[in-house]
C-alpha cells in the first residue's frame, strides 16, 4: 500500500477482493480468447507489471518529452490542488486519434511533479500494449491494459490510475467536435471508484485535436474496405498530419504544434457501499448521476480553457 493511503482498512480489503475477483474473471476470458490473433493480443496484453515503470527509461527520454511539452505543445496545466491523496482515479478525454499526445503529457507533467514517490499508471487498448516494441515501452512509463484486473490491482494498491473511457470513440472524434466532452456512455469507471473506494478527478484538456485533426471517423469507410471483418476494425479515420497531409490517422505522423491546455478539476467523491455498483434500477440512478457529473465537470472545465485561446488553431 502506498504510504499515505488513508482511506479506512475495510475500505482496502473491500477493494482488494475486487482486485481478486477482477484478475479471476479476465485470467478466464483471456483463457477463452487462447488460440489465433485474438488470443495472441489477449496474451500478450494480460503482461503487466504495477512495478514495469522504468525510472531509467523516464531519465532517459525526458529531454525529448520537455522538448515537446514545452516548447511544441507550449503546454499549460493547473488544478494540482484538486488532487487528493492517493489512491485517485483520474478521468479524462484525449484526442489525436491513435497517439492521444494530450493524454502523454499529462503523465509527463505528473512525473515531474511527483516523480517516483507517487507513480501514474495511465492506461492504453490491449492492441497498443500487444505490440512488440511499442507494447514493452508503454509498460516501461508506467502504463497498463485499460482492463478491469489492471485497474483494480493498482487501485487496491494505493496506485493512482488515469483512465480515458471514452477510447476510440473519444480519440477520434472529427475536428469540429473537439471542444466536446464525450465519455461514450461507458460508466465502468464509476463502479471501479465504488468498489476500490477512490475519489474521481475529472481532467479537462482542449488543443490535443489540433495535433492531428481528424476529418472523418470512417466508419462506412471501414465497413467497406471489410476492415471490420478482417481485423475488427470499426472505424477508418483520415486526418491532416505530418508528413502526409490527409491520410490514414494509423500512419507514422510527427505531431502539428498544437497548443495543449489541461486542468484537474475538483474531485468527485462517490459512496463506498459496493452495493451501489450492482445492477439495481436505484443504484443504476446513482451510477447514472455520477457519471453525468464527471463528464459536467470536464465540459466545464473545457469551456474555461477553450475561452483562453488565442488563435482559432494551435491557439
Known sequence: ????????????????????????????????????????????????????????????????????????????????????????????????????????????????????????????????????????????????????????????????????????????RPWTERDRANLAGRKGFVKMAIRAGVPIVPIATVGGADAMPVLIRGDRLSRVLQLDRLLRLKVFPLAISLPWGIAPAALPQLPLPAKIRTRFMPAVEVDHDPARAEDKAHDEAYVDGKYREVEDSIQHGMDALTRRRALPLFG
Do not use: C
Not at 5 to 30: F, I
Not at 46 to 52: H, K, M, R, V, Y
Not at 74 to 89: A, F, K, T
Not at 130 to 136: K, Q, V
Open 1 to 172: 500500500m502506498s504510504a499515505t493511503d488513508t482511506r479506512p482498512e475495510e475500505v482496502r480489503e473491500q477493494a482488494r477482493r475486487h482486485a481478486d475477483q477482477a484478475q479471476a474473471m479476465m485470467g478466464d476470458k483471456r483463457d477463452k480468447q487462447a488460440g489465433g490473433l485474438s488470443g495472441w493480443v489477449a496474451k500478450r496484453a494480460g503482461e503487466w507489471d504495477l512495478d514495469g515503470q522504468d525510472e531509467t527509461t523516464l531519465h532517459r527520454h525526458k529531454f525529448v518529452w520537455n522538448l515537446l511539452v514545452d516548447y511544441w505543445f507550449r503546454m499549460e496545466i493547473d488544478g494540482w490542488e484538486n488532487i487528493p491523496e492517493p489512491p485517485v482515479l483520474l478521468i479524462g478525454i484525449h484526442s489525436g486519434a491513435p497517439f492521444v499526445w494530450d493524454a502523454w503529457t499529462v503523465g509527463l507533467q505528473w512525473w515531474r511533479r511527483f516523480g517516483p514517490e507517487r507513480p501514474l499508471h495511465g492506461t492504453a487498448h490491449d492492441a497498443l500494449m500487444a505490440i512488440p516494441g511499442i507494447g514493452r515501452y508503454f509498460r516501461s512509463m508506467g502504463v497498463l491494459p485499460a482492463a478491469p484486473d489492471a485497474i483494480a490491482t493498482a487501485l487496491a494498491e494505493g496506485r493512482d490510475v488515469a483512465l480515458w473511457p471514452g477510447g476510440e470513440v473519444d480519440s477520434l
